[in-house]
């Protein structure tokens, strides 16, 4: 796995071998900063069920300022670690070792409005991609104008509409899917 563009162009970075994750393909992640666009420059990104961090580190390679890794998986922590610090990239970003839920909420708690909130849940999972998208949409964690995306399978048909979260584009690749999502504001904050 590497990265595709940006700063750290063509920089392999380091995946586990032998669990059961589901790295997003090279071609998945072009596909998704390309739609992202200069967009992502300056912006705050958060790379929710991480695994080896490539979608968030992508995101620092293309001029993010700062991505926050959510990942419980411990081994998966220190590879993102050492990912980070082979791209000398640790001070533009934070490892948070707790599940989504948790590590969502603590975000929140410091004041976070993040831009782009990328969420990759194991596909079996399918409860987690409505609960995330409610919990989402409920919080203050995204910006008024930010993104959630949600990677999952192109036979996995998401709602359009999950609280506040409605969906504004799909794109399917493969056997892969991304679901782009943007909070309504609700007629007090019109």
Same mark, same amino acid.
């Given at each position: 796995?590497?990265? /595709? ?22 071609? %998945?992640?072009?596909?998704?900063? !390309? ?24 995101? %620092? ?8 890794? /959510? ?9 993102? *670690? ?5 791209? !000398?990239?640790?001070?533009?970003? !934070? ?19 993040? !831009? ?14 409505? *609960? ?9 964690? /995204? ?5 959630? /995306?949600?990677?999952?399978?192109? @036979? ?16 399917? *690749? ?7 999502? @943007? ?6 904050? @019109?």
């Amino acid at each position: 796995m590497r990265i /595709i563009a940006g700063l750290y162009r063509g920089r392999t970075l380091k995946t586990l071998r032998g669990l059961e994750l589901r790295p997003t393909s090279d071609r %998945l992640r072009e596909t998704l900063f !390309d739609v992202l666009g200069s967009t992502v420059e300056g912006s705050l990104f958060i790379d929710a069920y991480a695994g080896s961090g490539a979608v968030g580190l992508e995101a %620092l390679s293309r001029g993010a300022r700062h991505v926050s890794f /959510i990942e419980e998986n411990a081994a998966a922590g220190r590879i993102i *670690q050492a990912n980070l610090a082979s791209l !000398d990239a640790l001070d533009h970003a !934070d490892i948070i070792r707790a599940s989504v839920r948790k590590g969502l909420r603590l975000l929140q708690e410091r004041g976070v409005q993040a !831009d782009f909130c990328f969420l990759d849940p194991p596909y079996a999972a399918r409860r987690d991609y409505a *609960q995330s998208l409610l919990w989402l949409s409920e919080s203050r964690i /995204i910006a008024p104008d930010g993104l959630i /995306i949600l990677q999952h399978s192109r @036979k996995e048909a998401l709602e359009e509409q999950t609280g506040r979260c409605l969906r504004v584009r799909l794109l399917a *690749q493969g056997s892969n899917a991304l679901s782009f999502y @943007k909070i309504r504001a609700t007629m007090s904050e @019109k």
